[in-house]
Nanobody
Framework: QVQLVESGGGLVQAGDSLRLSCAAS????????IKWFRQAPGKEREFVAG????????YYADSVKGRFTVSRDYAENTVFLQMNSLKPEDTAVYYC??????????????WGQGTQVTVSS
């Protein structure tokens, strides 16, 4: 059973940066693709970014492409989401998820509890 714990959320101003972390409890984490999703109040959860289990492929939603960067540290069993040039519309609860598939769907084996990101204008 892989447990995921997100951290790094907070309240920032538009244009600022944040780095979210997703720490996994088990070593098999390294064989999973890791995705980031977000859910704003009153909206459906949506895909944000993902990284393959090898780390060789990263992929992003159009809304964050060029501003967000996903990476992974195998030694620390952690995946990061670097978020730059944040906008008020990035405000949401951010979740990481682990799955064998690199699909951007919501169907993932494991989910974290989420971390709140709030961007003020």
């Amino acid at each position: 059973q892989v447990q995921l714990v997100e951290s790094g959320g907070g309240l920032v101003q538009a244009g600022d940066s944040l780095r979210l972390s997703c720490a996994a409890s088990e070593r098999p984490f390294r064989y999973y693709a890791i995705k980031w999703f977000r859910q704003a109040p009153g909206k459906e959860r949506e895909f944000v970014a993902g990284i393959s289990w090898t780390g060789g492929r990263t992929y992003y939603a159009d809304s964050v492409k060029g501003r967000f960067t996903v990476s992974r540290d195998y030694a620390e069993n952690t995946v990061f989401l670097q978020m730059n040039s944040l906008k008020p519309e990035d405000t949401a609860v951010y979740y990481c998820a682990a799955d064998r598939s690199e699909s951007t769907s919501l169907n993932n084996d494991y989910w974290g509890q989420g971390t709140q990101v709030t961007v003020s204008s």
